[in-house]
């Protein structure tokens, strides 16, 4: 996310009030939340049309525009918790009909891309963990062009797949990047306030990581 990592930066954070541990739990568990909603929202929207789904895609990303420069509000609290809920429904009811299409037209690219993604995933934020050396200062590029692709990846996807695999596979390795330096922040600088945007973060790289590899395998 670009403001996930420009403005949300700062070069004395503040003390951290709770464990390393207890805020990787906490920023997985609404990770895994917004992968619900995301989720869900494939399902309501399967069967939405193109043009309708591509209008929720403009949404969603409209959405994640205002969580990263519209102020603390949307960054921290409970209302900053429901706007990441809400985006991620809005993100996967744009979905909807690409998983329902390679759900019944190309199943082996679904399972490859949910398998990668997930291996992706763990095979990043263990890297990013395990690393000595301090990656912050990687956050900010990486993250604007990150954000920048999240739109670009379903929007393409939904017209008929017109990405190029080696723009995909582009994507692919910025957004597995993006994962190993928040990963990485969020061991040596997260605090408690960090919690909501590291989450939004980490779930639109899955999404962007998803998409891609979706494109990827559909193409072979």
Same mark, same amino acid.
């Given at each position: 996310?670009?403001?996930?990592?420009?403005?949300?930066?700062?070069?004395?954070?503040?003390?951290?009030?709770?464990?390393?541990?207890?805020?990787?739990?906490?920023?997985?568990?609404?990770?895994? !939340? +917004?992968?619900?909603?995301?989720?869900?929202?494939?399902?309501?929207? /399967?069967?939405?049309?193109? @043009?309708?789904?591509?209008?929720?895609?403009?949404?969603?990303?409209?959405? #994640? #525009?205002?969580?990263?420069?519209?102020?603390? &509000?949307? &960054?921290?609290?409970?209302?900053?918790?429901?706007?990441?809920?809400?985006?991620?429904?809005? !993100?996967?009811?744009?979905?909807?009909?690409?998983?329902?299409?390679? +759900?019944?037209?190309?199943?082996?690219?679904?399972?490859? +891309?949910?398998? @990668?993604?997930?291996?992706?995933?763990?095979?990043?934020?263990?890297?990013?963990?395990?690393?000595? /050396?301090?990656?912050? &200062?990687?956050?900010?590029?990486?993250?604007?062009?990150?954000?920048?692709?999240?739109?670009?990846?379903?929007?393409?996807?939904?017209?008929?797949?017109?990405?190029?695999?080696?723009?995909?596979?582009?994507?692919? #390795?910025?957004?597995?990047?993006? =994962?190993?330096?928040?990963? %990485?922040?969020?061991? /040596?600088?997260?605090?408690? &306030?960090?919690? =909501?945007?590291?989450?939004?973060?980490?779930?639109?790289?899955?999404? %962007? =990581?998803?998409?891609?590899?979706? %494109? !990827?395998?559909?193409?072979?």
């Amino acid at each position: 996310m670009s403001e996930t990592s420009t403005a949300y930066y700062r070069e004395e954070a503040a003390p951290r009030a709770i464990s390393t541990a207890q805020l990787m739990g906490q920023v997985l568990f609404l990770v895994a !939340i +917004a992968l619900g909603f995301c989720a869900v929202g494939t399902l309501i929207g /399967k069967d939405l049309a193109l @043009g309708t789904a591509r209008l929720f895609s403009f949404a969603g990303f409209g959405m #994640l #525009l205002v969580s990263s420069f519209a102020g603390e &509000r949307f &960054r921290v609290g409970s209302f900053a918790m429901f706007w990441l809920f809400a985006t991620a429904l809005v !993100i996967g009811l744009g979905l909807g009909p690409v998983i329902e299409y390679f +759900a019944t037209v190309d199943t082996s690219a679904l399972t490859q +891309a949910f398998a @990668g993604t997930a291996a992706t995933v763990a095979g990043a934020g263990a890297l990013g963990f395990a690393l000595s /050396k301090d990656l912050a &200062r990687w956050m900010r590029p990486l993250s604007l062009v990150v954000f920048a692709a999240c739109c670009g990846t379903i929007v393409f996807t939904l017209f008929a797949g017109s990405v190029s695999p080696w723009v995909s596979a582009g994507i692919y #390795l910025l957004s597995a990047a993006l =994962i190993v330096v928040d990963f %990485n922040y969020l061991r /040596k600088h997260g605090t408690e &306030r960090d919690t =909501i945007w590291l989450a939004t973060g980490i779930f639109v790289s899955i999404v %962007n =990581i998803f998409v891609s590899l979706l %494109n !990827i395998f559909s193409s072979d």
